[in-house]
Nanobody
Framework: DVQLQAYGGGSVQVGDSLRLSCATS????????VGWFRQAPGKEREFVGA???????TTADSVKGRFTISRDTTKNILYLQMNNLEPDDRAVYVC????????????????????WGQGTLVTVSS
């Protein structure tokens, strides 16, 4: 079974840092793009960032310069390093796998990901 499990969320203060992890199993980690998404209360799920099968990555404009995506291909774990957190970063963060292997480019649309894990909650207090 394909599994993705996000963890590492918590309650932090404005300006703090937090690193989220997404443990994956059941598929070849280096053959698929894996991404981070978040959903705040009352809002739609939005793309945060993703890393492609070949290591190319991208982040949303709203987090660019503050969030960094990386992966450990020996452990099949995706990371999201979040720095300088803001109140608007408060959300449930979820990781997901892209539907196709060896996709050219870094997919950023929620609809293009078909396998989703459980989320982890991040709260940011001022």
């Amino acid at each position: 079974d394909v599994q993705l499990q996000a963890y590492g969320g918590g309650s932090v203060q404005v300006g703090d840092s937090l690193r989220l992890s997404c443990a994956t199993s059941g598929f070849r980690f280096t053959s698929y793009a894996v991404g981070w998404f978040r959903q705040a209360p009352g809002k739609e799920r939005e793309f945060v960032g993703a890393i492609n099968w070949n290591g190319a990555s991208t982040t949303a404009d709203s987090v660019k310069g503050r969030f960094t995506i990386s992966r450990d291909t020996t452990k099949n774990i995706l990371y999201l390093q979040m720095n300088n957190l803001e109140p608007d970063d408060r959300a449930v963060y979820v990781c997901a796998r892209f539907r196709d292997s060896f996709f050219a480019g870094v997919p950023a649309s929620t609809k293009q990901y078909d396998l989703w894990g459980q989320g982890t909650l991040v709260t940011v207090s001022s």
